[in-house]
């Protein structure tokens, strides 16, 4: 593949470059073919979410689309909250392409009818937030916006800022707290009785004696930035690229135990092994992958499935999942008990405590990981944490449990020896940080140094805490 669609290699700095690229083709056709025709093409061109569970989106926004008139106002919510450990893919698209991602929520808007749309990322996000304003101030002047108002959002820095239940929680204003319902059955400022949640009627200027329920879609930002593409150049077109069931390309981030840190643009269908060699530059000299997370939210990949393709279907023949398509590459000098520790500390922090399977069944697998990490195990804790991993998703509001069931089963499925070794006294293990990416620099990834010090109740500890039992 040659010309990125998504991912230019310089950014655009202003609208003019964007349309001179071709910018802008996607909104003009889409005016002029009319809502049913873009959902025709979205449909044919087979384009599922990015944002990690790879919904077909055609259907998505059909069905938000078909809301009756007495459901209330639909909204629409672009989601670049990007917090999955691993994935810096959303930010290089917001600052290279601000203008590609507010084209494809401009489109989203006009085709599912929306009074409002949003666009949301995280307060530290300063290089998008910059870029997104921008674009939007450009493109409000050349008139290429949707009548539906833009507004910028910023949020928290809560993992669960980007659960897209809790994404509407804040685009309301309130904490990062995943409500019952999805966004497609209890959208922005709903105040239908099935809601279960607090509304905020009031904001809206909305009668709170009419309910209703707001059909919102929330999308991340680079499925919205495949749609112009999609629009302007048609989906049979999109088709050529990728596979039958994943067509089209993906941003990838390589990180870890690899010769650089990157991000790229990739077709669907790569095999894993060729993303790792042309991102990450591969294996570090005389070294060997061990093991590979998409994120923290999938069953890990071991030496022996490099060759996956990286697509929804090949990683789910894996056994996996695509997640966001955040590679995070661990070598043979990984000890694979401590990145259980890591990713299970991760998630026991972020779970926001609202189930109580979720948040004392990620602390109670943290505490025993930790245990068994530090040689100070038993058979006792490995046994509990299996009971655990039975219960830790059972009634979830959102996803984050069985992110803990999936990757910490693997990991104890996959390196039996490594647990068995820390059983029987081999020397504790050192903290693997888990790889929050702030930033990727001159091809390396910068964490954030902050994540360790965070507390289950969302609290930091002081800057002088150490790692117990070991350095990162
Ligand atoms: C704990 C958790 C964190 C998530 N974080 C993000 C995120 O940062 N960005 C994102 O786009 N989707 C995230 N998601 C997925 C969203 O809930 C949602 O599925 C997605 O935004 C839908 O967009 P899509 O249909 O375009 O894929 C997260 C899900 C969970 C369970
Ligand atoms: S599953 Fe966990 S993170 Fe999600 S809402 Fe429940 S307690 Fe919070």
Redesign the pocket.
Known sequence: MTTPLLLPSEPFTSLDQYLLAGGGEGWRTALDAGPDAVLAALKTSGL????????P?GR?WASIRAGRPDVGPRFVVA??????PGTFK?RPLLRRNPYQVIEGLAIAATVIGAAQAFIAVKRTFEPEIEALTRALKEMAEAELLCDAPITLVTGPEE???????A?LEVVEGKEPLPRLYPPYVQGLYGTASESGWEASPELMGFDPDAPVSNPTL???????ANVPVIVSRGAEWFRTLGTEQSPGVVICTVVGDVVHDGFGEVELGTPLREVIERIGGGPRPGREIKAVLSGV?NPVLTADQLDTPVSYEGMKEAGTGLG?CGFIVYDETADMVSVARSVSRFLSV?SCGQCPPCKLGTMAISERLERIANAEGTEHDVMEIGGWLGRVSDANR???GE?EQRVISSLLRAFPEEFAAHLEGAPPAEWVPIPKIVDIVDGRAAYDPKQILKRPDWTYADAEWQYPHGSA
Do not use: M, P, Q
Request: aromatic share 10%; glycine share 18%; charged share 30%.
């Open positions: 599922r979410g990015r944002g990690g569970a790879g919904f989106v998505k989601n670049g909250a990007e917090g999955e959303d993992y669960l800022f980007g659960e897209e239940k994404l929330a999308t991340n930002v680079e499925t919205l939210a966001s972020e959102c996803y984050l992110e």
